[in-house]
């Protein structure tokens, strides 16, 4: 490439940036016109191109690119001293492209309107709203649990491979979509992260590949984790960036499927954001609801627990500050906290339901 042309390019970075921040403020536009408009095309043009694929092509490219990153830096390290503004004009319009393609791609979708919103739900709720929402997440949860398992107190075991789940994940979309013809899901590009290992150790158990739109998820996460964190994934593709929303919609994905172990995986995960905010609020109340919830669906808190116990590393908590950092960068004010944020649109959204 030219080198005129790359300096164009590296100089393009900075009215993006001022056109990003500009248009953040103007959700309804990027709702209306990116998320509801262009935005589907994109993301089904690059399903349906890369969702065929049995492994994730986006991983293999991300592999490629470390290569190639790592070979350039080296190749340049004399540039870099001899070439420093040439270095720098190179590293800025590879930086300039990349920032592009993720806004166009996906990251508009961090600027469109508040879930809450379009599903006219409140995000204020009192301790009682809570208490009452979290007392009927334990009794399903508990009646679904002794449907599976009966009297038993042991954990369920999802009687399902993983790649099954993988296909089995759209159908719940396919029951919400009746409710919320918006998450329509079609077709489908779900798959196991190559990358499995580091993504365990960094403690994340699933993302999105905004440049190619496939739906990644840790291969390494118990089976009982796997249909939530499947609809989850599933849910940014569908453009919803914030991960307190894809908590909310997954959870919704999973209650509305037509197996029992989804339902339970989704019931259950619901049931775990909302003990967690008690817990915040009132010990005492905490420890009182605990007690109600049955000990097979305890052991499966627990089992979940143990495995991410077992990776526990000295470089997670830099992983996660740093993933913290780009949401807020995203407008999620909150970080990595903004998935508690969850608890609201479960707390509203159930708080009428009969189940």
């Known amino acids: 490439m030219p080198k005129n042309t790359k300096l164009v390019i590296a100089l393009l970075l900075i009215p993006q940036f001022l056109f990003i921040k500009w248009i953040s403020h103007y959700p309804e536009f990027i709702e209306e016109y990116y998320s509801e408009g262009v935005y589907p095309f994109i993301s089904k043009t690059l399903r349906y191109s890369l969702g065929w694929m049995p492994f994730s092509f986006g991983d293999f490219v991300y592999a490629l690119a470390i290569i190639y990153i790592i070979r350039w830096f080296y190749v340049n390290r004399k540039r870099l001293i001899k070439n420093t503004k040439h270095w720098i004009v190179d590293v800025v319009c590879a930086v300039s492209i990349i920032y592009f393609a993720f806004h166009l791609f996906w990251g508009l979708n961090y600027y469109r309107l508040p879930l809450h919103k379009t599903l006219n739900l409140n995000t204020d709720y009192t301790t009682e709203q809570l208490v009452e ?194 949401l807020k960068a995203n407008k999620q004010a909150k970080g990595m906290e903004s998935y508690s944020y969850v608890v609201a649109l479960l707390v509203n959204y159930f708080e009428d339901k009969n189940f």
């Open 133 to 326: 929402v979290t007392k009927k997440l334990i009794e399903k949860s508990n009646n679904i649990f002794f449907e599976i398992a009966g009297n038993d107190t042991l954990k369920i075991d999802i009687p399902y491979s993983k790649r099954d789940i993988l296909n089995l994940a759209p159908l719940g979309y396919e029951r919400l979509k009746n409710t919320f013809p918006h998450l329509e899901y079609h077709p489908k590009s779900v798959k196991k992260s190559l990358f499995s290992y580091p993504l365990t150790y960094m403690g994340f158990s699933g993302y999105l590949n905004p440049l190619t739109n496939e739906a990644q998820v840790d291969a390494l996460i118990p089976v009982y984790l796997f249909p939530t964190t499947t609809s989850h994934e599933m849910a940014h593709q569908l453009g919803y960036a914030a991960e307190n929303e894809a908590n909310f919609i997954g959870c919704l994905a999973a209650i509305n499927h037509d197996d029992i172990y989804f339902n339970y995986s989704g019931y259950t995960f619901a049931l775990r954001f909302c003990l967690n905010e008690i817990s915040k609020r009132d010990e005492a109340l905490f420890d009182e609801l605990y007690q109600t919830v049955n000990k097979g669906v305890l052991n499966n808190y627990k089992e979940a627990r143990d495995f991410w116990d077992a990776y526990e590393n000295p470089l997670e908590p830099l992983f996660k500050i740093t993933y913290s950092s780009y």
